[in-house]
């Protein structure tokens, strides 16, 4: 399986601040990962797919970047509503296999 | 809108076989398109994908859990389901289904059920 390995684990930033959460993979997936929001007792929502676009509906303050093995997830501006777990995906190879999650919270 | 409803016991006894269901309401399973999956969370920790079924039957499981995981389809219920065997407090955890993505090959999963959690206790 291919392990996904996101940093930092937690991370505590102020409202309009820029955050930034990388995730690496144990091998090359070209661009096959995905970003996830899980706000607390509920499920992930979908908001970046092939690294970089943006899914329908989803705040433009999100972005992704990254290929290869490298990718980065930023919020530009933090809102108060953007405090949650986010996971990586990739689906370059079965099975999908997320990331271990980066807790974000208020500052 | 696509939805989706997780249902089945919430608590299941060591060595017992775990069955949960899926409905699907504002799409029909068997228009095709999308794998139904059915992805687990333990308390407190990340995600693991179990599996996945397409309208047709066809399956792929993740092969930690391949050997105890059968999941099947009935499409005139529109509903997917998933039953894993021989559990233990390992498999205590959030079940969620969700709709998978595809292209070619499953890529991501954009509707969830709410999850429904799972114990494993006698």
């Known amino acids: 399986d291919i392990q996904m390995t996101q940093s930092p684990s937690s991370l505590s930033a102020s409202v309009g601040d820029r955050v930034t959460i990388t995730c690496q993979a144990s091998?090359?997936?070209?661009?096959?990962l995905n970003w996830y929001q899980q706000k607390p007792g509920k499920a992930p929502k979908l908001l970046i797919y092939?690294?970089?676009n943006l899914e329908t509906g989803v705040p433009s303050r999100f972005s992704g970047s990254g290929s290869g093995t490298d990718f980065t997830f930023t919020i530009s501006s933090l809102q108060p509503e953007d405090i949650a777990t986010y996971y990586c995906?990739?689906?370059?190879?079965?099975?999908?296999?997320f990331g271990q999650g980066t807790k974000l919270e208020i500052k | 809108q696509v939805q989706l409803q997780e249902s089945g016991p919430g608590l299941v006894k060591p060595s017992q076989t775990l069955s949960l269901t899926c409905t699907v309401s504002?799409?029909?399973?068997?228009?095709?398109?999308?794998?139904w999956s059915w992805i687990r969370q333990h308390p407190g920790k990340g995600l693991e994908w179990i599996g996945y079924?397409?309208?047709?039957?066809?399956?792929y499981y993740n092969p930690s859990l391949k050997s105890r995981v059968t999941i099947s389809v009935d499409t005139s219920k529109n509903q997917f389901s998933l039953k894993l065997s021989s559990v233990t407090a390992a498999d205590t955890a959030v079940y969620y289904c969700?709709?998978?993505?595809?292209?070619?090959?499953?890529?991501?999963?954009?509707?969830w059920g709410q999850g429904t959690l799972v114990t494993v206790s006698s």
């Open positions: 969700a709709r998978g993505r595809v292209r070619g090959v499953i890529i991501g999963f954009d509707y």
């Open positions: 504002g799409g029909s399973i068997s228009s095709g398109g999308y794998y």
């Open positions: 079924i397409y309208y047709s039957g066809s399956t």
């Open positions: 091998q090359d997936i070209s661009n096959y």
């Open positions: 092939d690294a970089s």
């Open positions: 995906q990739q689906y370059d190879n079965l099975p999908p296999t």
